[in-house]
């Protein structure tokens, strides 16, 4: 009997081999990897440097308003002084919008102190909301924050140079002499930073002069 050989197996395609083989995987290239991770840190850093600078906004009292109220530098009508002013020269605004009684005090504190050959010499006295703003965006500049500016200058809301209730003598001169006599005429000194700033305290005429404050920034009228 004749034996019938096995068929062989059919021979496979190549359109059939094509479809059985499994496709490759796609890489990500190695370079965009990179750049995806630069990226990444890059925000990163931007957004915790953002929330630093927002936190220390936050955290400084009393943001000043540094917007001019016109155009044109500050000068006489704004309360900037010319050499030499006294507190008798009441053609000046910086004096002359000085309030009554601290003007007054000040007028005979002077007439008494110039018998010792003392003059009160004015630096500065009444400022515009304008002249004081740029007062503080120098001081900014200065001292680097707004914070340090803070000791030195407040803002055109809080200073009482604004509301014509403090005035700048110069001269150690005539500091050194309220120092000793300004008491008596309820003329204080009131930041232990600034010793020319003499402010009208009239309860210092039977009690003395109040405790002074640091600078201003321990001043309570600067947190309005």
Not at 54 to 73: K, R, T
Not at 163 to 180: F, I, K, N, P, Y
Request: proline letters at 9%; glycine letters at 8%; a positive charge.
């Amino acid at each position: 009997m004749t034996r019938t050989p096995p068929s062989a197996p059919p021979s496979a395609t190549p359109s059939a081999i094509r479809a059985t083989r499994t496709p490759p995987r796609r890489r990500v290239p190695r370079l965009l990897v990179v750049v995806l991770l630069v990226g990444l840190a890059v925000l990163a850093a931007l957004l915790a440097r953002r929330a630093a600078k927002s936190a220390l906004s936050s955290a400084a009292p009393n943001p000043p308003d540094l917007h001019s109220e016109g155009p044109g530098p500050v000068g006489g009508a704004d309360g900037v002084v010319p050499g030499g002013t006294t507190v008798f020269d009441g053609a000046v605004p910086a004096v002359a919008n000085l309030d009554a009684d601290l003007l007054d005090a000040l007028r005979r504190a002077a007439r008494a102190a110039s018998g010792d050959g003392v003059v009160f010499q004015v630096n500065s006295g009444w400022r515009s909301p304008r002249y004081q703003n740029q007062l503080l965006r120098e001081a900014v500049s200065t001292y680097g924050t707004a914070a340090e500016a803070a000791r030195w200058v407040a803002t055109a809301k809080t200073s009482p140079h604004v509301s014509g209730e403090a005035v700048d003598l110069g001269r150690s001169a005539a500091t050194a002499w309220l120092s000793e006599h300004g008491a008596a005429y309820g003329l204080c000194r009131i930041y232990q930073n600034e010793p020319w700033h003499y402010e009208l305290r009239t309860e210092a005429i039977d009690h003395g002069c109040p405790r002074r404050y640091a600078d201003p920034t321990e001043d309570p009228r600067m947190r309005q």
